[in-house]
């Protein structure tokens, strides 16, 4: 297992292992740059915003690279928005061994730190829902509010059918188009499933990278629970869901209301992709519940 605890970040402005875009270049809404963090080349997104106040950081899907959240990004142009692509995912470097997602929320942390920022809001859908329990429970101090989108407390969870996990246990959704549509209803549920050429639209953002990457971020959630801890999550937490969603039924949004202490949950009447099939009200409930104020006033 990697460990980041003691974390060097440098800016990396040389080509990796993959061809990587320039030091600075732009990415939709994020501008992208190569650091090296414990000698990982990991590509990081930001986003400025064009207002003040506290970050959000975002921990996507398995398989997603920044780019993959960038009509989320415009739609919040007012917001800092971090990102960055997993080791092994998108421009990101494959690591030379296996990571769980405690290393992983301290390389997070790490990002934080090159970005002057002490603390930040934290984001995560899907599979990186359980990257954003991590770091709440690992870099606590460091988690202002905790966003979780369509997601789960891991292993121990209410499962999708079998016929679903068997889809998503391969990445060939990413790598052929033909059979991202023919899948995407199965899998997204929702809107994908009356409109498969919405698969289409999503995946055109994919910068695929290999079969390993993908394997490696399951294995990093395997096992993993956070079941039995989120009773010490006390930070404000707002869970969206999908009604109609196949891969993280609905009941695992409510298991997550209920050991949550100061949780609120929101049910979208769509599938698990509704951050990018309801986008604008996605995004008027996420910023109602980020700009309210804390017990101190501060947003």
Not at 22 to 41: D, E, K, R, V
Not at 85 to 93: R, T
Request: charge should be positive; proline fraction near 7%.
């Amino acid at each position: 297992m990697t460990s980041y605890s003691r974390t060097r970040v440098t800016v990396r402005s040389h080509a990796t292992k993959r061809p990587a875009p320039p030091h600075g270049a732009s990415s939709g809404p994020f501008t992208t740059q190569m650091l090296l963090i414990n000698g990982q080349s990991i590509r990081v997104g930001r986003q400025a915003g064009s207002g003040t106040g506290m970050p959000l950081f975002l921990f996507n899907g398995i398989g997603g690279n920044i780019e993959l959240l960038g009509p989320l990004a415009q739609r919040m142009p007012r917001r800092e928005l971090i990102t960055f692509d997993v080791p092994g995912v998108g421009h990101s470097e494959l690591p030379g061994v296996p990571y769980r997602l405690p290393g992983l929320a301290r390389m997070a942390a790490s990002i934080l730190d090159h970005f002057g920022h002490k603390q930040a809001d934290i984001f995560g859908v899907s599979w990186g829902g359980t990257a954003a329990q991590e770091f709440a429970l690992t870099c606590k101090e460091r988690c202002h509010r905790l966003i979780l989108c369509s997601t789960s407390a891991g292993a121990v969870m209410m499962p999708a059918s079998p016929q679903v996990l068997w889809k998503m246990a391969t990445p060939l959704r990413y790598m052929r188009r033909d059979y991202a549509r023919q899948v995407a209803g199965d899998i997204y549920g929702g809107d994908f499933r009356k409109n498969p050429d919405l698969a289409l639209e999503l995946f055109r953002h994919v910068r695929w990278q290999s079969r390993l990457g993908y394997y490696l971020q399951i294995a990093a959630v395997m096992g993993w629970t956070s079941v039995h801890w989120l009773y010490r999550v006390k930070q404000p937490t707002l869970i969206m869901a999908g009604f109609d969603d196949p891969l993280v039924p609905i009941l695992n949004a409510h298991i997550l209301k209920s050991l949550i202490p100061h949780s609120e949950l929101k049910v979208f009447n769509c599938g698990h992709l509704f951050l990018l099939t309801r986008a604008d009200e996605t995004v008027r409930v996420m910023n109602e519940f980020l700009d309210r104020p804390d017990m101190n006033g501060r947003q």
